[in-house]
């Protein structure tokens, strides 16, 4: 997904927790947006659509791997990849894979 400069959209806050998750975040250099749990489907779309421009210029011009919030009142806050680097990093080992450095 990736290479091909694709995002994703998923309201997973949990997603930090996974090692898979994480993992496949960073080794394929992934950009991703959280939507607010509370939001039912109508709900997302909605949010998805009144910060589309937003969304697709943070897309364009940030490099990857990035986890941005986004709010419902349509705030985004970048989320600390520094924190989940570390996290991710720490579980590679104690998995003992190789480091990749990002």
Same mark, same amino acid.
């Given at each position: 997904m990736g290479a091909k400069r694709w995002i994703v959209i998923t309201k997973d806050h949990e997603i930090r927790h996974n090692?898979?998750?994480i993992d496949a975040i960073m080794v394929h250099r992934i =950009?991703?947006?959280l939507l607010p749990k509370s939001l039912n489907g109508t709900g997302q779309i909605?949010? @998805?659509l009144? @910060?589309?421009s937003r969304l697709? *210029?943070?897309a364009r011009s940030r490099s990857t791997p990035f986890i941005y919030a986004i709010h419902q009142n349509g705030r985004l806050d970048r989320r600390d990849t520094e924190e989940w680097l570390k996290t991710w990093?720490?579980?590679r080992a *104690?998995? =003992?894979l190789p480091p990749i450095f990002i």
């Open positions: 090692f898979a998750e =950009g991703c947006f909605a949010l @998805v009144k @910060v589309h697709e *210029n943070i990093r720490d579980q *104690n998995r =003992g």
